[in-house]
């Protein structure tokens, strides 16, 4: 069974542009869910996604946002990038719930640096 | 609100020595706990779970958790550490209104031959 695949694994941006990563879950999971890794904050929560609507937010500014396709795939988005961006996303999948009620299985992650 | 105190921030251990690893929880309902590991470039991998069955959790690679409600803690722990369980270990708690994942900040774990 295929894990979860993110794309690209590795991105250089500038200051100003917007990015798109993609996040395809495991087969028949229909939860996805977004982090954001870096040194200074450590794993923080993105957003969740699940049956194409967006179930759960963290605390982040409106620049970063999602959404989900019918087959489970996931995108996120980030506009205006500013140099804090520079970090890894992780994108995790389950079968329905997350945290408690499910496993959630971690991609590679896609490394963005911004410049 | 809940979180998690990984109370180390680095762990060295010689190969074949006993690993310990250790993780205060705060909060204010029945917790599900989690051990996470991430190998450099690697994405994370579910170690074990607690979700209030038994107090001890068995995980994979040897890996164990004992639930202490008295303590608040979770710590893990191995018998006998391998070269490859070098890596970064996060003690991970579950909020049940949101139902997200809230990480510690991680122990990165030295195994030395």
């Known amino acids: 069974k295929a894990g979860v695949t993110q794309t690209p694994r590795y991105l250089i941006k500038t200051r100003g542009q917007q990015v798109t990563l993609s996040c395809s879950p495991i087969?028949?999971?229909?939860?996805v869910s977004w982090y954001q890794q870096t040194p200074g904050q450590g794993l923080q929560f993105l957003f969740e996604?699940?049956?194409?609507?967006?179930?759960n937010k963290g605390n982040f500014p409106g620049r970063f946002s999602g959404r989900q396709f019918s087959n489970s795939r996931s995108e996120m988005n980030v506009s205006t990038l500013e140099l804090g961006d520079s970090a890894l996303y992780l994108c995790?999948?389950?079968?329905?719930?997350?945290?408690?009620?499910?496993?959630?299985?971690f991609g590679p992650g896609t490394r963005l640096t911004v410049l | 609100a809940q979180s998690v105190t990984q109370l180390d921030s680095h762990v060295s251990v010689s190969e074949g020595t006993p690993v310990l690893l250790r993780c205060n929880y705060s909060?204010?309902?029945?917790?599900?706990l989690f051990w996470y590991v991430q190998h450099p470039n690697k994405g994370l991998q579910l170690l074990l779970k607690?979700?209030?069955?038994?107090?001890l959790v068995k995980g994979i690679n040897g890996f164990e958790a004992e639930f202490k409600k008295s303590e608040t803690s979770f710590h893990l722990t191995k018998p006998s550490a391998h070269m490859s369980d070098a890596a970064e270990y996060f003690c991970?708690?579950?909020?049940?209104?949101?139902?997200?994942?809230?990480f510690g900040t991680g122990t990165r774990l030295q195994v030395f031959p």
């Open positions: 995790a999948s389950s079968r329905a719930g997350t945290g408690a009620t499910d496993t959630q299985y």
């Open positions: 087969s028949g999971h229909r939860s």
């Open positions: 996604y699940f049956s194409e609507t967006q179930r």
């Open positions: 909060s204010s309902y029945s917790p599900s």
């Open positions: 607690y979700t209030s069955a038994a107090t």
């Open positions: 991970v708690v579950s909020d049940p209104g949101t139902d997200k994942l809230i």
